[in-house]
């Protein structure tokens, strides 16, 4: 299955500039996502990292790799019109880096799930070589200014 720039919206609460996925190639609700970020030298953040070379924050493939996993997530019925946040990243490494023309291949699989917490392995990569890897740790919540998990 595949979802495009607008199916990803109806899942995801990110908007430009913050969605930081551009398609959907594949994935199975609840279980895993591959997607694609097309780095172009148009990004906001190449103005200030760095003026003199241009590279994509760390942060932001970080972001780009839960933005994936927050769709398998949030793409199960029960899931629907909630919102995937944060819980906590393990074992980031960054081993290559990501430059205006590169083509980010983004993959996040779930590997448990207890509640309304669950744990991602994810991986970042251009071509054949890996860019990131970490282990990430998401929380859903309803998509109100509750601010409870559910």
């Not at 398609?23 to 953040?45: H, L, M, N």
């Not at 081993?95 to 991986?123: H, S």
């Not at 990430?136 to 998990?149: K, Q, R, V």
Request: proline fraction near 7%.
């Amino acid at each position: 299955m595949t979802l495009s720039n607008d199916e990803i919206r109806r899942i995801l609460p990110h908007r430009y500039p913050f969605l930081l996925v551009d398609t959907i190639t594949d994935y199975e609700p609840g279980q895993w996502a591959r997607g694609v970020k097309c780095v172009s030298a148009g990004e906001p953040f190449f103005v200030g990292h760095f003026p003199e070379k241009s590279l994509m924050p760390g942060v932001l493939i970080i972001e780009a790799l839960a933005q994936t996993g927050g769709v398998a997530l949030l793409s199960l019925p029960e899931n629907r019109g909630k919102i995937a946040l944060f819980a906590g990243i393990k074992e980031a490494r960054f081993r290559r880096p990501v430059v205006p023309g590169d083509v980010l291949e983004l993959e996040c699989t779930l590997t448990r799930r207890r509640g309304p917490v669950g744990v991602g392995q994810a991986v970042a990569r251009v071509g054949d070589e890996t860019a990131c890897t970490a282990t990430l740790t998401f929380a859903i919540m309803d998509n109100e200014d509750s601010g409870e998990a559910v």
